[in-house]
T-cell receptor
Framework: GDSVTQMEGPVTLSEEAFLTINCTYT??????LFWYVQYPGEGLQLLLK?????DKGSNKGFEATYRKETTSFHLEKGSVQVSDSAVYFC?????????FGAGTRLTVKP | SAVISQKPSRDICQRGTSLTIQCQVD?????MFWYRQQPGQSLTLIAT?????????ESGFVIDKFPISRPNLTFSTLTVSNLSPEDSSIYLC????????????FGPGTRLTVL
C-alpha cells in the first residue's frame, strides 16, 4: 500500500541555519502531498501542500517541491528560527486515503 | 481552511471510566476522522465518521471501545471506553475539505492521561 518515509530525527540546528527534512513516498496514481507542523501541546497544522508533479508548496519561508521522478517532497527553509521548533509530518492523500510519515522533531537553538 | 474545536483539551481519567471527546467544525463537512497519536508517535487513524451512516473502523479499533456519533454535518463525538493507561494519547479530530484538491485539517487535539 501507499506509504511515506521521512528523515528520522531529532534534528537540532542553530538559528539561521538551513533546514532540509527529507520525505519520500510510495503510491499508485497521483497523490497529493503535504507537510504538517505540530507545535508543542498543539494539534497538526497544515504547513504547505502540492497536488501535482513539479508543484511547489510554500508557506512561512518553508518550501517543498513535488518530484515525481524521485518520489520526493523534501521540506526546506533557508533560515530557521527558534519558533520553528516543532514536529514536522510529511503526508500523502491518495483517493482520500491519508498516510503520514513518522514525524521529525526539529529543535532550533538560539 | 477549516476551524475545528475539540473539548476537552485535556483530561486525566481513572482506569475503567470513559471519556467523550467532542469535535465541532465551523461549516458542514461530509467526512470526519478520528486519530490517535501516542506519545512521540505519528498519527493512527481510528475511524472515519460520515453523517448518516455507521463509522468505519480501522484494523485494531472496535466500536465497543471507541463508539462514535455523527449526528449532523458539523459535529462528532468519540468516546474512549473502559480506559486503561495504554489509552493515554492525544486524540485528534480531522475533516476533509475540497481545497485545490482534498486537504485534511485537524483540530487542536485532546490530551488524555489515564491513571
Amino acid at each position: 500500500g501507499d506509504s511515506v518515509t521521512q528523515m528520522e530525527g531529532p534534528v537540532t540546528l542553530s538559528e539561521e541555519a538551513f533546514l532540509t527534512i527529507n520525505c519520500t513516498y510510495t503510491a499508485t496514481g497521483y497523490p497529493s502531498l503535504f507537510w504538517y507542523v505540530q507545535y508543542p501541546g498543539e494539534g497538526l497544522q497544515l504547513l504547505l501542500k502540492a497536488t501535482k508533479a513539479d508543484d511547489k508548496g510554500s508557506n512561512k519561508g518553508f518550501e517543498a517541491t513535488y518530484r515525481k521522478e524521485t518520489t520526493s517532497f523534501h521540506l526546506e527553509k533557508g533560515s530557521v528560527q527558534v519558533s520553528d521548533s516543532a514536529v514536522y509530518f510529511c503526508a500523502l492523500n491518495n483517493n482520500n486515503d491519508m498516510r503520514f510519515g513518522a514525524g521529525t522533531r526539529l529543535t532550533v537553538k538560539p | 481552511s477549516a476551524v475545528i474545536s475539540q473539548k476537552p483539551s485535556r483530561d486525566i481519567c481513572q482506569r475503567g471510566t470513559s471519556l467523550t471527546i467532542q469535535c465541532q467544525v465551523d461549516s458542514q463537512v461530509t467526512m470526519m476522522f478520528w486519530y490517535r497519536q501516542q506519545p512521540g508517535q505519528s498519527l493512527t487513524l481510528i475511524a472515519t465518521a460520515n453523517q448518516g451512516s455507521e463509522a468505519t473502523y480501522e484494523s485494531g479499533f472496535v466500536i465497543d471501545k471507541f463508539p462514535i456519533s455523527r449526528p449532523n454535518l458539523t459535529f462528532s463525538t468519540l468516546t474512549v471506553s473502559n480506559l486503561s493507561p495504554e489509552d493515554s494519547s492525544i486524540y485528534l479530530c480531522s475533516v476533509l475539505r475540497q481545497d485545490r484538491g482534498y486537504t485534511q485539517y485537524f483540530g487542536p487535539g485532546t490530551r488524555l492521561t489515564v491513571l
